[in-house]
């Protein structure tokens, strides 16, 4: 069986062999074929124990992690014990991973059959495998199973829960309120702990991430903060009482338990200040309740009704008929969400309720009976089951009629008639107001008014309301509102445009049409006045139909939402008209009048179809066009032109608005002609009108997808440009020297638009083969003139063959040719082939002009030398060769020349005059004069530093100086160029040198030689000191003997440790200050024997300071030993970075180089105060150090009769010689003879010092005054200073604090440091004054807390007997309290210091009776409820228990509304006090309503309630 219990069960479920089973897919079957003996060994500690419970099957191997998990066996519903089986696999798999279907035949091998035992691999095909992870927890498994884990984690937490808990409570209790920094912090601690291991163990389903740990512990911290630091946190206030009340309730139950109870509990102040009397002393209360008369009332709250007929008739058929016929009504029964009025009931069931209906329409009145009064809707607030059918409750009577509804009359099932209100008003029900929106028909439509299939409709923008074309319309609008109710009715219409809510107010609102109802009496003739005045009476309730225009200018385009929100009669029936098809229209009175319309709930309306309720109109802006503003502002008119790169047509853009598509209208003028044109513009962005034609260009008119709109009033004009023309006249240029006609002067006249260009063409027919030469003219004119002269003779032919203008700049073909003969000039031009000629020459150098002539030579040459105001004519004659150069011979002046060629002659005599200049020379009449501009006393460099000499240059650069290094070896000449700056800037020319010296300045020269200014010809470079650092000897004095370095040293004067003004060395600088000092500090402490050698320094610092003038170095003050300073770098300054100085021990007082000096602080002597026992025996007592640690209290415990204050000197004396001795002990390391100053704390007024001369050993014994250390109490003893022989001294304790008694240090407060002696008398109780204890008769009452005064320590071991029982308990508080928490005796015997268990004190007169409290019990003791009638006497009975004389009060209290006894006590009626009853029973007869209850008893002894 047990082999079977784990066999796969017979109904499974099969897939197809392609079914895809959803989840990850599943692995390779190779990955998981293992053999069967790592399976085995790879089991864990819990799996084992389950494979051993099956009998060690083979067939049972669901601890290997190879398998799917056990749990996925488990999920075939196998019969037998399968959940016993799920819970032990959930053990075995706590982390579940793999597919989605859990069901996979992997497990059923794994679990049963014969598979596993005839197979050493695990069969995988076709199955699905689930694999699982190990676990994360940083426990093995092999250790502690992972539930184990989670139990021990669960148990620990529980339990720290519990333990803060009990801490909390105690706190509050025991403390009375105040705070514990200790709990806090000890909880604080715990809380991190515990998150902390909660987030490192990571047991899963109880791991947290280290984000939550960080959570968990500041909401701990929180937590603890309220429960432990704050006294009155939300956590004090609400939470501490609900713990002190639970945790006073456990240790109640386990005080309980038998002689062990209160062993573990003891004398808790939880206990104490939690103990409540039981409240069964006084028990049981008696209610009469006097039964009234029944009551109907119809309509208690006065409100009105109204039916919405048309939501009546859209009811369907088969929802009104929902529960059967109502007798009396004429109609059927509507569904639960009908109309109804509420008719409220107090009394017996009503078995027949009758009412009055009055038609608003007749004025008659019907009487209706309710018949079936158990088909009507009841709620029931109260039952009375002791009365029968006596209830209140509220019946709902159905109406659907419009009329006065009122109550006639309401029996019950005997026959008695219900009391109803007296002149109540009947209950209104009118129709419920109704109103909608529609648009006005039989009325003209302009504006392209127009009503869209959605119901909404659209119009253009009005431009003018005063328009007379729009007048009638504007006044009649659009749109009607159409309301019917009970009048006078007050509409809310609102109005958004383009966002903006408005409400339409009255003044907006047209005329009415209003439409009575049909009046049924108006026809009757025969109705007497009595009828007429009752429907008149009524007729004010009936429906009205009144129709409104809303009227609108539309000046502003954009959407025009209209919504008619809600409506409200005159019987204030307000209707959200928005609602009312979604809500069905039932309940229409009871519709929120403040709800929020949806349809505005954001700036743009989201309108879709059009309801009764809303309607929209798109106001349409108008269009416009407009010419562009480039097109305005650009160049008008615009010219049209034949010509290609001028156009022939204009592209005309628009500016349009509106909708598009749109279609433009213009109109063409030209000359008397003018035609009308169209244009359809399908975008805005492309707008424009293309015009090839001539004219003025006019907008007359522009329409968009919507309206007409209007056209900007400005106007283009195209006009068309002439082609230009050119008439050209030739006159021949005479020369008769030169043997006739030498050029031509043509002359043009034009037409056209300027400028103009002509283009010819110039060929010389003597050379046939030559091409022609292309020339152009340009001129603004309409006239011009201008020659032509060739050079060479020949026949010339000039051909003009094209013109252009500005419209036409392609140019137009023209024919003009003109024919002259020719005769050559000679001419003469600049020959620069040979090269570049300089401008500029020195004075007193030449220069040559290379010319070249042209012509028929020999020539003859005339040129001028102009200079200044002179002119100089040279002619040179017999020029033969075409290439001739003129010598300009050496300058006698500087200044600027200019040569111009006046005239040129060829062989035949024929002259030309040329005034062309053809060079000009500059002569300089010196070259550059260079100078240092050295400032006085040199250029300052700091040490490898380059040096940049500032160099004056008056003249042109660039310029070449040579300058050299005085007191060079090599005497080397050194060039540099200074070219950088124009004229004018030569400040900015610097000569850049390396190294110290004087630079002198040798020549200089541009394109001629300069000179040297004598004045700055010279420069010096000099090198700014590095700064430095000394000290100075003031102040020192030099240790001849050697040290442990061998080497002398300057040391200061030694001084004491912990002096208070400290030494310091006088620091000597040079430099530019401030200066930035580096110095190290080497430290060799008091101890150390090799003080003084570098090898064995204890500790070196380096410092960093900045000094001035006459500074000082501060030397270290605190710990003695030896100390050298040395300073190691300074930078001023002018050196920012620091120049190390090297250790110098130098013995002259006058040298500058001493860095490194000495400063000795010699230690202060060490004592403490040690107690030794009379015998010698040291006691575990010291004040080492500054004792500022609390030292223990030596405490000595007498008798009473045995201090100085109670006994003789004799006694005292004998008790003195068993008293402690104290010593001061001082270190070896001293030098005596010493001084000791001891400060002696009496136990009451001020301190004294006692000064101790002359101690020449290294112990001295202390005598204190008699008067100081025969007190009983507490006197404190410390060491205050002391001193050695060398003047040097240690103070232990701040002299302002010498001197001042225990007052000023917080009264019973230790006082620092020190020893501490206490002389304690025996402890001693008495009763408190405020408790019962008190009572001479020594007679208390159960509950009362004994309290006891205590004398003393603060810590007491108090005994006493309870009932027979000794009892021994402590006591930290010198107010000893005990409940008395049942009848018998309590006897307090002893009281001893828990500190000196010897010091006791016995007590014999302490023992008290504890009694009983009285009870009471009220008609048995039970909480009795009678209904009374009028009349009836009832006879109440009291019970006393207790010791007689007996005195109680019972009162008489008001009952609640519903005519239950109150909750909160109601109403004291009356009150009576029985004194001095000295029998057991005690009875009330009254005829009152009211209950009564007993509210005090007292007997002999004691009371209830004790305030």
């Known amino acids: 069986m047990q082999e079977d219990a784990f066999q796969t069960p017979k109904k499974t479920t099969r897939y ?52 799917g998990s056990p749990s996925d066996a488990l999920g075939r519903r196998a019969a037998g014990s399968s959940e016993s089986r799920q819970s032990l696999f959930d053990e075995l798999s706590p982390r579940k991973t793999g597919s989605a279907n859990g069901k996979s035949s992997a497990a059923a091998t794994a679990c049963g059959g014969g598979g596993a035992e005839k197979s050493s691999t695990i069969p995988t095909a076709d199955r699905s495998i689930k694999v699982v992870k190990k676990s994360d927890s940083a426990i093995p498994e092999t250790v502690v199973d992972l539930p184990s884990q989670r139990m021990y984690a669960l148990a620990m937490l529980v339990l720290l829960v519990a333990w803060k808990l009990y801490d909390a409570a105690t706190l509050t209790v025991a403390e009375h309120g105040q705070t514990s920094m200790f709990l806090f912090a000890k909880w604080t601690l715990l809380d991190i702990a515990t998150w902390y291991a909660a987030w490192r163990l990571k047991i899963p389903k109880l791991s947290v991430s280290l984000r939550s740990m960080y959570l968990f512990v500041l909401l701990s911290a929180f937590l603890d903060l309220n429960l432990f630091l704050l006294p009155s946190s939300l956590f004090v206030l609400a939470f501490k009482p609900m713990a002190v009340g639970v945790a006073s309730s456990c240790m109640r139950s386990i005080k309980s338990i038998p002689w062990l109870g209160p062993r573990l509990v003891g004398d808790s102040d939880l206990l104490i200040d939690s103990f409540e009397l039981d409240d069964e002393h006084i028990l049981g209360r008696h209610t009469i309740h006097i039964l009234p008369h029944s009551l109907a009332h119809m309509n208690p709250q006065g409100k009105g009704y109204c039916i919405d007929r048309r939501a009546r008739n859209n009811v369907p058929w088969y929802q009104r008929i929902s529960s059967g016929l109502l007798s009396g009504q004429g109609g059927l029964l509507y569904h639960k969400d009908k109309l109804t009025i509420p008719i409220l009931v107090n009394g017996t069931r009503p078995a027949s309720i009758r009412y009055a209906f009055t038609s608003f329409e007749t004025g008659e009145k019907q009487i209706r009976t309710v018949a079936n009064i158990g088909a009507l809707r009841m709620d029931t607030s109260a039952i009375y089951p002791s009365l029968g059918n006596w209830v209140m409750a509220t019946y709902y009577l159905p109406i659907s009629e419009v009329g006065a509804y009122e109550i006639f009359s309401v029996k019950d099932s005997k026959g008695l008639e219900f009391r109803t209100a007296a002149h109540a008003p009947p209950t209104i029900v009118v129709s419920c107001p109704t109103a909608r929106l529609q648009w006005r028909t039989g009325v003209g439509r302009e504006d392209n008014f127009v009503i869209g299939s959605d119901g909404h409709a659209s119009i253009c923008q009005r431009l003018d309301s005063a328009d007379t074309s729009i007048r009638s319309e504007s006044s009649t609008g659009f749109m009607e509102v159409v309301v019917e109710g009970y009048e006078p009715i007050d509409m809310t219409i609102v109005r958004l445009v383009n966002g903006h809510r408005e409400v339409i107010g009255l003044d907006g609102v047209q005329p009415r049409i209003t439409e009575l109802s049909t009046d049924a009496a108006s026809s009757d003739s025969a109705m007497n006045d009595a009828k007429r005045a009752e429907i008149e009476r009524w007729s004010r309730y009936r429906t009205r139909r009144s129709v409104y225009t809303l009227s609108d200018a539309f000046l502003r385009p954009g959407e025009y939402v209209y919504k008619l929100e809600s409506i409200r009669d005159a019987a204030n029936h307000s209707v959200i008209l928005g609602d009312v098809l979604s809500s069905g229209g039932h309940g229409a009175s009871n519709i929120d009048t403040g709800a929020k319309i949806s349809l505005f709930d954001s700036e743009k309306a989201l309108v879709g179809t059009a309801t009764p309720y809303m309607a929209c109109i798109q106001v349409h802006r108008r269009p416009t066009v407009s010419w562009t503003t480039s097109l305005l502002n650009g160049e008008l008119p615009l010219r049209l032109s034949d010509d290609k790169l001028r156009k022939s047509q204009y592209t005309l853009p628009l500016r349009v608005s509106g909708d598009g598509p749109w279609t433009v209208e213009y109109e063409i003028t030209n000359g008397a002609e003018s035609v009308r044109e169209s244009k359809a513009l399908p975008k805005a962005k492309d707008a424009a009108i293309e015009a090839s034609k001539p004219g003025v260009y006019h907008l007359v008119a522009v329409k968009d997808a919507h309206c007409s709109g209007v056209a900007e009033r400005a106007d283009v004009s195209l006009i068309k440009t002439p082609k230009p023309a050119v008439n050209v006249t030739s006159t021949p240029i005479t020369a008769h020297e030169c043997g006739g006609e030498i050029g031509a002067q043509i002359d043009l006249e034009l037409s056209g638009r300027p400028p103009f260009a002509i283009h010819y063409r110039e060929r010389n027919l003597r050379f046939p083969n030559s091409h022609p030469i292309a020339r152009v003219v340009r001129t603004q004119q309409q006239r011009h003139s201008f020659r032509i002269i060739p050079e060479l003779a020949g026949t010339y032919e000039f051909e003009f063959f094209t013109l252009e203008d500005d419209n036409y700049p392609s140019g137009q073909p023209i024919s003009a040719v003109i024919q002259q003969l020719i005769h050559a000039q000679p001419s003469v031009q600049l020959d620069t082939t040979g090269g570049y000629i300089s401008p500029v020459i020195c004075l007193g150098d030449s220069i040559e002009l290379p010319l070249k002539f042209k012509g028929q030579g020999p020539w003859q ?12 004519t040279v002619v040179v004659v017999g020029i033969k060769d075409d290439r001739y150069s003129i010598d300009l011979g050496s300058f006698d002046s500087p200044g600027q020349y200019s040569i111009e060629l006046a005239q040129v002659k060829d062989g035949n005599q024929c002259a030309r005059d040329l005034l062309e200049v053809v060079a000009k020379v500059k002569v300089r009449e010196s070259g550059p004069r260079v100078g240092f501009q050295c400032p006085d006393g040199g250029i300052r460099i700091l040490d490898g530093e380059p040096a940049r000499i500032p160099v004056q240059v008056h003249g042109d650069l660039p310029v070449e100086v040579n300058y050299r290094k005085i007191g060079d070896s090599q005497d080397r000449i050194l060039t540099t160029n200074l070219g950088h700056r124009s004229r004018g800037a030569s400040n900015d020319n610097y000569i850049t040198v390396s190294g110290p010296g004087e630079y002198e300045l040798v020549s200089a020269s541009d394109i001629c030689a300069g000179t040297i200014d004598p004045l700055g010809s010279r420069c010096a470079v000099k090198v700014e000191p590095k700064p430095h650092a000394w000290f100075t000897t003031n102040g020192l004095t030099y240790n001849e003997s050697l040290s442990s370095s061998q080497k002398h040293a300057w040391q200061l004067g030694s001084i004491c440790e912990g002096s208070a003004s400290p030494s310091a060395f006088e620091l000597g600088l040079s430099g530019f200050g401030p200066w930035r000092l580096e110095y190290r500090v080497d430290y060799w402490s008091w101890a150390n024997a090799n003080s003084g050698n570098p090898r064995f320094v204890d500790r070196t610092t380096s410092h960093t300071s900045v000094a001035m003038q006459h500074s000082t170095l501060k030397t270290e003050c605190c710990e003695p030993g030896l100390y050298r300073y040395t300073l190691t770098a300074v930078s001023d300054e002018r ?149 050695d022989s060398r003047g040097c001294e240690r103070q232990l304790v701040d002299p302002s604090e010498v001197g001042i008694g225990r007052s000023a240090n917080k009264g019973d407060k230790s006082i620092a440091g020190g020893i501490e002696i206490e002389y304690i008398e ?54 000893f309290r005990r409940i008395a928490d049942e009848p018998g005796n309590f006897t307090l015997t002893r009281v001893c210091h828990r500190s000196a268990n010897d010091c006791c004190s016995d007590f014999n007169n302490l023992s008290y009776t504890v009694h009983d409290i009285p009870r009471v019990r009220v008609s048995g003791g039970k909480d009795v409820y009678q209904d009374i009638l009028e009349g009836d006497m009832v006879d109440i009975r009291l019970d006393l228990v207790g010791t007689p004389p007996f005195t109680f009060t019972w009162q008489r209290r008001g009952l609640a509304a519903d005519g239950t006894a109150s909750s909160a006590g109601g109403k004291v009626l009356e009150s009576h006090t029985v004194k001095d009853f000295d029998g057991f029973s005690y009875t009330i007869s009254t005829s009152s309503e009211g209950t009564f209850e007993v509210t005090f008893i007292q007997d002999n002894f004691c009371q209830y309630p004790k305030d």
Not at 1253 to 1273: F, K, M, R, T, V
Not at 1322 to 1346: E, Q
Not at 1348 to 1372: K, P, Q
Request: net charge positive; aromatic share 8%; proline share 8%.
């Open 16 to 67: 197809p062999d392609n079914f895809q089973t959803p989840g990850p897919k599943a692995p390779s079957p190779d990955m998981f074929r293992t053999p069967m003996t790592s399976i085995g060994q790879s089991r864990s500690g819990f799996a084992e124990r389950v494979y051993q419970s099956t009998g060690g099957k083979k067939g049972f191997v669901a601890s290997s992690p190879l398998f």
């Open 861 to 872: 040459l005339t040129y001028n030398i102009v200079h200044g105001n002179r002119r100089n």
């Open 1135 to 1283: 050196y920012q970075q620091l120049q190390r100085l090297a250790p110098s021990y130098s013995g002259s007082s006058t040298e500058e180089n001493l860095t490194v000096v000495e400063h000795r602080i010699t230690r202060s002597p060490q004592a403490e105060l040690r107690a030794y026992m009379p015998d010698g025996k040291p006691m575990d007592v010291s004040t080492r150090g500054t004792f500022r640690r609390k030292q223990p209290v030596i405490k000595h415990c007498l008798a009473r009769g045995q201090s100085r204050s109670d006994g003789d000197a004799q006694t005292w004396a004998n008790v003195r010689d068993k008293l402690p001795v104290f010593r001061v002990e001082f270190e070896k390391d001293g030098l005596a003879p010493f001084q000791a100053w001891v400060e002696v704390f009496p136990a009451s007024g001020p301190s004294e010092v006692i000064v101790i001369q002359d101690i020449n050993g290294y112990s001295q014994a202390i005598s204190l005054p008699e008067h100081i250390a025969s007190q009983i109490g507490r006197y404190h003893m410390r060491l205050v200073k002391i001193r």
């Open 1322 to 1375: 025996a402890p001693s109780a008495r009763p408190a004054s405020s408790s019962p204890a008190a009572n001479p008769s020594r007679n208390v009452c159960l509950g009362d807390i004994l309290a006891f005064d205590l004398r003393g320590l603060n810590s007491w071991n108090v005994d006493y007997i309870y009932n027979g029982a000794h009892r021994s308990t402590s006591a930290n508080k010198h107010l």
